[in-house]
């Protein structure tokens, strides 16, 4: 009410003047908070009808209780929304964009057409006003609000650190869209491939008729596999436990005289020699999915692809996507789907770590190598998800899982990337002495 009764004073009671005299006056404070540390927060997720796109983002406040805040939770909200809706946007600041690609389209920029036409002296003013233009639409900071495009991105959030009070930093962000980068095979002329598998399987079928053996007499009945009895109970029961067909159901337990457990591992390991088969296929659709842990400090934005989009929107399909979110939010130490993506300078490293360890030095020589490699191993699949043991099964491991879901839906199915964001990790909070802080503002008063 002060702020107010002085700003008309100020303002010589002109309403409209007395808003843009507070708005000034807030955006100066905003200004002055901006360089105070902001290690709180929330990290959130947004993920777009249809699960093709999907977005996680980490912005900072000042403490806790703002970060729990209705206007603090919207203002996270609408930068995850902010930044699904520019596609173009890669960085948060302008200053954030790489100077090796503005060197690049400077160069590029130097070499056009229309530039050799102007005055030699302005030249090199027209190139960075482009590629000052080229930084800025890469910036979500610079990006016309969703909500209200009079006004950027930059200018909301200055807003929303003069009216919540502490600094507001949007410190990072990911954006997945699904199947971006990957090569799908082109199918050619379908008439001509049906034409050329059938010719493939007609010349299959005439070899092997002439490489079949000479009707042997018939074996006596004696000799014949003696037929299991099976209950439809038991063939119901399989079912229910292996989600396999009620005839392979039915075939497995006759192949395994009866035996239920026997059977479930009939049916494991030929649906795995089939899902390996499967592995092979291209997988270009699927589904981006997230997780936000309790409290918003943890998240996960993953994407998870298969072959069809049927696949996709299945009840099975989506399970997988959210246990695999879980799982990645389940395990700090994992930076990599596979063993294979842990980059090799690293394991180099890591190696040349190992070989400088006391305890190796007191091994034989020959079996040095071989030690160190089996650690060196042991770290890259620590950092791999896909050797992480499942956490609603920890008796087999997230591959092991994954290659069970290919066999039961059909499809391959692979995790293709992830991001994971631990609020306020990396974030120095300066070390103050509380006693002396309160000294030194106060000045001794």
Same mark, same amino acid.
């Given at each position: 009410?002060m ?7 100020e303002?010589?009671?002109d ?10 006056k807030?955006?100066?404070?905003a200004?002055k908070k901006?360089g ?9 997720s947004y993920?777009?009808?249809g699960?093709r796109?999907?977005v996680l983002v980490?912005?900072n ?6 970060a ?10 609408d930068?995850?929304?902010q930044?699904a809706?520019c ?8 200053s954030?964009v790489s ?8 160069a ?21 006003g482009r590629?000052?233009?080229i930084?800025k639409?890469?910036a ?9 495009t ?6 909301v959030v200055?807003?929303?650190?003069a009216?919540?009070g502490?600094n507001?930093q ?6 997945f ?23 493939a399987?007609?010349?299959?079928a005439?070899?092997k ?8 007499? +018939?074996?006596p009945a =004696?000799?014949k596999?003696?037929?299991v009895? #099976? @209950? &439809? %109970?038991? /063939?119901?029961?399989?079912r229910?436990?292996?989600?396999a ?6 075939k497995a337990?006759?192949e395994c005289?009866?035996?239920?457990e ?18 092979s296929?291209v997988?270009?659709?699927?589904a981006v999915?997230?997780?936000?842990h309790?409290?918003?400090r943890l ?10 989009d049927?696949v996709?929107r ?5 399970e997988?996507?959210?246990?695999? +979110?879980?799982?990645i =939010?389940a395990?700090p130490?994992?930076?990599y #789907? @596979? &063993? %294979?993506? /842990?980059p090799k ?10 070989m400088g360890?006391e ?7 020959a ?10 191993d042991?770290?890259?699949?620590e ?10 099964d ?6 092991e899982?994954?290659?069970?879901q290919?066999?039961a839906?059909?499809?391959n ?22 006693? =002396?802080e ?7 008063i």
């Amino acid at each position: 009410m002060m702020d107010c009764k002085k700003a008309l004073a100020e303002c010589g009671g002109d309403l409209e003047a007395a808003k843009e005299f507070l708005r000034k006056k807030g955006l100066a404070s905003a200004d002055k908070k901006a360089g105070r540390v902001a290690a709180e927060g929330a990290v959130w997720s947004y993920i777009h009808a249809g699960s093709r796109l999907g977005v996680l983002v980490e912005i900072n406040c000042e403490t806790d209780f703002v970060a729990r805040g209705e206007k603090f939770q919207e203002l996270v909200n609408d930068m995850a929304m902010q930044i699904a809706a520019c596609p173009q946007v890669t960085v948060v600041n302008a200053s954030d964009v790489s100077q090796e690609l503005l060197d690049r389209e400077r160069a590029i920029e130097m070499e056009k057409e229309d530039l050799k036409s102007k005055p030699e002296a302005i030249r090199e003013k027209i190139v960075q006003g482009r590629v000052d233009k080229i930084a800025k639409e890469q910036a979500l900071m610079e990006q016309a609000y969703v909500k209200d495009t009079n006004k950027t991105v930059a200018e909301v959030v200055k807003e929303a650190v003069a009216a919540i009070g502490e600094n507001i930093q949007i410190r990072r962000f990911t954006r997945f869209n699904l199947g971006e980068g990957i090569e799908v095979a082109d199918k050619g002329d379908f008439a001509a491939e049906v034409e050329a598998q059938t010719s493939a399987m007609a010349a299959k079928a005439a070899e092997k008729k002439e490489e079949a053996p000479k009707e042997e007499p +018939a074996a006596p009945a =004696a000799e014949k596999k003696e037929t299991v009895a #099976v @209950s &439809a %109970a038991v /063939v119901k029961q399989l079912r229910e436990a292996s989600g396999a067909g009620m005839m392979d159901c039915k075939k497995a337990l006759a192949e395994c005289g009866g035996d239920l457990e026997v059977a479930k591992d009939f049916l494991r390991k030929k649906g795995l020699a089939s899902a390996d088969k499967k592995g092979s296929r291209v997988a270009a659709d699927g589904a981006v999915g997230a997780y936000i842990h309790a409290g918003s400090r943890l998240g996960v934005v993953v994407e998870v692809n298969c072959e069809t989009d049927f696949v996709a929107r299945g009840e099975k399909f989506r399970e997988l996507v959210n246990d695999m +979110a879980m799982q990645i =939010a389940a395990c700090p130490d994992v930076r990599y #789907v @596979s &063993a %294979a993506d /842990v980059p090799k300078d690293f394991l180099e490293r890591e190696k040349a770590i190992e070989m400088g360890k006391e305890d190796i030095q007191s091994k034989p020589e020959a079996m040095r190598e071989k030690i160190v490699q089996g650690r060196v191993d042991k770290i890259a699949k620590e950092m791999a998800l896909l050797e992480q043991s499942f956490i609603k099964d920890t008796s087999k491991t997230v591959a092991e899982h994954i290659k069970e879901q290919i066999a039961a839906i059909g499809e391959n199915m692979q995790v293709r990337r992830f991001e994971r964001y631990v609020l306020g990790e990396g974030i120095e909070k300066k070390a103050m002495d509380f006693a =002396a802080e309160v000294a030194a503002q106060t000045g001794g008063i």
